[in-house]
Protein backbone atom coordinates (compact mmCIF):
# COMPACT_ATOMS: atom_id res chain seq x y z
CA UNK A 1 0.00 0.00 0.00
CA UNK A 2 0.91 3.14 -1.22
CA UNK A 3 1.06 6.20 1.76
CA UNK A 4 2.82 9.23 3.12
CA UNK A 5 2.75 10.03 6.57
CA UNK A 6 3.54 13.14 8.04
CA UNK A 7 4.65 14.28 11.85
CA UNK A 8 6.40 17.05 13.52
CA UNK A 9 3.28 19.51 13.88
CA UNK A 10 1.97 21.07 17.11
CA UNK A 11 1.80 24.09 19.05
CA UNK A 12 4.66 26.93 18.94
CA UNK A 13 4.74 30.97 19.77
CA UNK A 14 5.40 33.37 16.68
CA UNK A 15 9.61 33.17 16.16
CA UNK A 16 9.76 29.46 17.07
CA UNK A 17 10.55 26.81 15.00
CA UNK A 18 9.14 23.41 13.95
CA UNK A 19 10.63 20.52 12.09
CA UNK A 20 7.64 18.26 9.93
CA UNK A 21 8.77 15.32 8.70
CA UNK A 22 7.07 12.94 5.38
CA UNK A 23 8.12 9.72 5.37
CA UNK A 24 6.84 7.15 2.45
CA UNK A 25 5.71 3.85 2.79
CA UNK A 26 5.30 0.88 -0.13
CA UNK A 27 7.39 2.99 -2.78
CA UNK A 28 10.44 5.28 -2.85
CA UNK A 29 10.86 8.84 -2.89
CA UNK A 30 14.06 9.37 -5.46
CA UNK A 31 11.39 8.51 -8.30
CA UNK A 32 9.04 11.74 -7.51
CA UNK A 33 8.89 15.05 -6.99
CA UNK A 34 7.39 15.98 -3.32
CA UNK A 35 5.12 18.75 -2.45
CA UNK A 36 4.31 20.49 0.88
CA UNK A 37 1.06 22.07 1.00
CA UNK A 38 -1.01 24.15 4.29
CA UNK A 39 -4.38 24.75 4.37
CA UNK A 40 -6.08 27.25 7.35
CA UNK A 41 -9.69 26.96 8.08
CA UNK A 42 -11.62 29.20 5.53
CA UNK A 43 -8.91 29.32 2.82
CA UNK A 44 -7.44 27.55 -0.25
CA UNK A 45 -5.01 24.80 -0.19
CA UNK A 46 -1.75 26.46 -1.22
CA UNK A 47 1.69 25.24 -1.82
CA UNK A 48 4.93 26.08 0.71
CA UNK A 49 7.58 23.94 -0.78
CA UNK A 50 8.98 21.11 -3.45
CA UNK A 51 11.59 18.87 -4.07
CA UNK A 52 12.75 17.15 -6.71
CA UNK A 53 14.31 14.27 -4.67
CA UNK A 54 16.10 13.16 -8.09
CA UNK A 55 17.66 16.36 -8.97
CA UNK A 56 17.27 17.83 -5.70
CA UNK A 57 15.79 21.44 -7.17
CA UNK A 58 13.79 23.35 -4.40
CA UNK A 59 11.06 25.85 -4.95
CA UNK A 60 9.36 28.12 -2.14
CA UNK A 61 6.42 30.22 -2.14
CA UNK A 62 7.05 33.89 -1.53
CA UNK A 63 5.55 33.06 1.81
CA UNK A 64 8.01 30.83 3.01
CA UNK A 65 11.22 31.87 1.12
CA UNK A 66 13.98 32.91 4.03
CA UNK A 67 12.04 30.86 6.21
CA UNK A 68 11.38 27.14 5.46
CA UNK A 69 13.98 24.70 3.90
CA UNK A 70 13.10 21.71 2.24
CA UNK A 71 15.44 18.61 2.52
CA UNK A 72 15.35 15.10 1.33
CA UNK A 73 16.84 11.37 2.77
CA UNK A 74 16.58 9.02 0.31
CA UNK A 75 18.02 6.37 2.51
CA UNK A 76 15.40 7.27 4.81
CA UNK A 77 13.04 7.70 2.19
CA UNK A 78 11.72 10.94 3.84
CA UNK A 79 10.92 14.50 3.10
CA UNK A 80 11.48 17.07 5.76
CA UNK A 81 10.32 21.03 6.02
CA UNK A 82 12.36 22.76 8.62
CA UNK A 83 10.12 26.17 9.62
CA UNK A 84 11.61 28.97 11.33
CA UNK A 85 10.47 32.18 12.65
CA UNK A 86 6.93 31.11 12.60
CA UNK A 87 4.11 33.64 12.50
CA UNK A 88 0.59 32.99 13.49
CA UNK A 89 -0.30 33.05 9.55
CA UNK A 90 1.16 30.00 9.40
CA UNK A 91 -1.13 28.10 11.39
CA UNK A 92 -2.71 25.38 9.11
CA UNK A 93 -3.01 21.65 8.76
CA UNK A 94 0.28 20.81 6.41
CA UNK A 95 -0.20 17.87 3.99
CA UNK A 96 2.96 16.33 2.05
CA UNK A 97 2.06 14.87 -1.88
CA UNK A 98 3.86 13.27 -4.34
CA UNK A 99 3.64 13.18 -8.17
CA UNK A 100 5.97 10.62 -10.18
CA UNK A 101 7.50 13.90 -11.66
CA UNK A 102 11.31 15.09 -12.43
CA UNK A 103 10.34 18.61 -11.41
CA UNK A 104 7.88 19.75 -8.75
CA UNK A 105 5.67 22.68 -8.92
CA UNK A 106 2.83 23.81 -6.76
CA UNK A 107 -0.48 22.10 -8.59
CA UNK A 108 -1.63 20.24 -5.94
CA UNK A 109 -4.27 18.08 -8.30
CA UNK A 110 -1.21 16.47 -10.18
CA UNK A 111 -0.28 14.89 -6.85
CA UNK A 112 -0.90 11.37 -7.11
CA UNK A 113 -0.44 10.42 -3.37
CA UNK A 114 -1.07 13.12 -0.16
CA UNK A 115 -0.53 12.28 3.73
CA UNK A 116 -3.22 12.97 6.24
CA UNK A 117 -1.96 16.09 7.55
CA UNK A 118 -0.13 17.43 10.55
CA UNK A 119 -1.52 20.21 12.52
CA UNK A 120 0.99 23.17 13.11
CA UNK A 121 -0.26 25.88 14.91
CA UNK A 122 1.54 29.25 15.90
CA UNK A 123 0.34 31.43 18.89
CA UNK A 124 0.91 33.10 21.96
Known amino acids: QLQLVESGGGLVQPGGSLKLSCAAF????????IGWFRQAPGKEREGVSC????????RYAESAKGRFTISGDNAKNTVYLQMNSLKPEDTAVYYC?????????????????WGQGTQVTVSL
Open 26 to 33: GFTLNNYA
Open 97 to 113: AAVPHLHCNFAGDEYAY
Open 51 to 58: ISMRGGVE
